[in-house]
C-alpha cells in the first residue's frame, strides 16, 4: 500500500504545470548533486555514485525535453547540460566532490531563475483567471455534468 506522502508526491507530479515539474526537476537535481558531494566527502562512494547516477537521469531528462526551436537560448543551455553530464560522470568514477561542486553551483542560479519564471506565470494565470471568469449558460451553471 502507497504511503500518505508516496500519493501526494505523486499526485502533486501529475497535476504540476510544464513550469512546476521544471522546477521540480531542477530541485532534484541540486538535491542530488549535495548529496552525492556531502557522501563523497565522507567517503561513501556507493551512496555518491546513487545520487550522482539519478542527477545524471535528471540532466538526460532536461536534455531530451529541451525544445531547441522555441528559445534562442536553448544551444547556450544544452550546452552547459552535456558539459554538466560530462562533468558529473569523469566525478562520479574519480569520486570527484569539489567537481560536483561546482556543477551544483553552476545550476543553482538556473534554479533559482525556472523558480522565478514559473511562478510569474502562475501569477499572470491568476490574474488572467480573475480577469475572464468562466461564462455561465443561460441557466446559471457553468455548463459541467
Known amino acids: 500500500m502507497q504511503s500518505a506522502l508516496s500519493r501526494f508526491q505523486q499526485d502533486s507530479i501529475i497535476t504540476?504545470?510544464?513550469?512546476q515539474l521544471l522546477v521540480m526537476l531542477y530541485d532534484r537535481l541540486l538535491?542530488?548533486?549535495?548529496r552525492a558531494e556531502?557522501?563523497?566527502r565522507a567517503g561513501n562512494r556507493v551512496e555518491g555514485h546513487k545520487n550522482l547516477t539519478h542527477?545524471?537521469?535528471i540532466i538526460a531528462e532536461l536534455m531530451s525535453s529541451l525544445r531547441m526551436d522555441v528559445w534562442d537560448g536553448a544551444q547556450g543551455l544544452m550546452a552547459l547540460y552535456v558539459y554538466a553530464m560530462k562533468e558529473l560522470v569523469n566525478a562520479n568514477v574519480q569520486a570527484d566532490a569539489d567537481k560536483v561542486q561546482e556543477i551544483r553551483e553552476l545550476f543553482e542560479p538556473l534554479?533559482?531563475?525556472w523558480r522565478q519564471a514559473a511562478t510569474q506565470l502562475e501569477s499572470e494565470a491568476a490574474q488572467e483567471a480573475k480577469a475572464n471568469p468562466p461564462k455561465r449558460n443561460s441557466r446559471g451553471d457553468l455548463g459541467v455534468g
Open 16 to 19: 504540476a504545470t510544464p513550469a
Open 31 to 34: 538535491l542530488d548533486m549535495g
Open 38 to 40: 556531502k557522501a563523497m
Open 55 to 57: 542527477a545524471q537521469d
Open 111 to 113: 534554479a533559482d531563475a
